[in-house]
């Protein structure tokens, strides 16, 4: 059996935490280490989850020769150097996402990696999860005929602390779309066909209370095979159960319903009504994403979630936004 990816946090915040849980579930596959600017912080996390180490800084992480790669799983403002800091160090790098904040900063990553020649895989856990799994191939096979229209809907009112860093855009990169949204935007676009044009469409803005970010986007866009979709994005509209809710894909020989965090899919189309139940286990995708990760270290096979597929994310993130003017509402051209 193989020796386990030896890899390190840099970073013990709660997305740290998240990473961790899924991890356990990879006994044999990854031992990781967790470093902090808060070493009594490193030290806590190692001892939760049973880490191989703890480091008082990111740097000592980084230049450790047993470390083979990093997860890069701080504020986004911070990504580029670390990502870049890592590539030179020659470790591999998993970056959460969103993985930078300008096409130029993917740019500059893109050209250490190749001298580096390491592996770069961008953290959209929501690529791997078995939901994403299941519609990509309800799709190719054509199980609602060609697609018409596509739905997605992730609406819950989840308000974040005064003292949180997503509330400083310098820190998240952006505003909640920005810094969660987009992986919605990735599971849009990645069932098969390839959204070719977006717009971005922004309600009244508030910021009472302490939550002071915009948390509400509509994205409308449309498809190399021309059917067009729409995306609704919000953090503060009350939601069943916090969070429960439903989007559809309508063919024109059939409907797929699924709840938008893949608790279930519904389809009805060509056949008999189906309902499938797409997996409970891993049902956020870190468990596999880690999975394609040590295989892409080990060489048996590129990446899926690589730089060139989340650039094409942010190709879109970067039009949904052109086409906002400075108030936060469509950009009217003259």
Request: hydrophobic share 40%.
């Amino acid at each position: 059996m193989a020796e386990p990816l030896r890899i390190a946090f840099l970073g013990c915040g709660f997305i740290t935490g998240v990473h961790s849980r899924h991890l356990r579930a990879l006994k044999g596959l990854v031992a990781a280490g967790y470093a902090s600017r808060d070493r009594a912080k490193a030290d806590a996390f190692c001892a939760r989850y049973g880490g191989a180490g703890s480091y008082a800084d990111y740097a000592a992480a980084i230049n450790d020769p047993r470390v083979e790669a990093v997860v890069v799983a701080v504020p986004p403002r911070f990504h580029l150097d670390l990502t870049l800091e890592a590539l030179e160090a020659g470790k591999h790098v998993l970056v959460e996402k969103p993985a930078f904040l300008r096409m130029d900063d993917y740019r500059t990553v893109l050209q250490s990696r190749t001298r580096a020649r390491r592996v770069v895989l961008v953290g959209e856990n929501d690529h791997y999860k078995p939901l994403a799994v299941t519609l990509r191939r309800l799709i190719a096979e054509g199980a609602i005929g060609s697609m018409v229209f596509a739905h997605f809907t992730t609406i819950a009112r989840k308000l974040k602390a005064a003292d949180d860093w997503r509330n400083d855009e310098t820190m998240a990169g952006g505003d909640a779309f920005f810094e969660e949204g987009i992986h919605w935007l990735h599971l849009a676009g990645s069932l098969g066909p390839t959204i070719v044009s977006v717009q971005g469409y922004r309600p009244s803005v508030a910021r009472d209370g302490p939550d002071r970010r915009i948390k509400s986007m509509m994205v409308a866009f449309r498809y190399d095979n021309d059917a067009v979709g729409t995306l609704y994005y919000s953090r503060e509209i009350p939601s069943l159960l916090h969070g429960l809710r439903l989007s559809k894909l309508y063919g024109r020989n059939g409907i797929i319903t699924f709840e938008s965090n893949g608790g279930f899919v519904l389809v009805r189309g060509n056949g008999s009504p189906r309902l499938l139940f797409p997996g409970f286990r891993d049902i956020r995708g870190y468990q596999a994403m880690y999975r394609d990760f040590v295989r892409a270290v080990r060489g048996e096979s590129a990446p899926e979630m690589s730089l060139e597929r989340a650039i094409d994310d942010q190709r879109l993130m970067d039009e949904i936004y052109a086409s906002l003017d400075h108030t936060g509402r469509l950009a009217i051209a003259q």
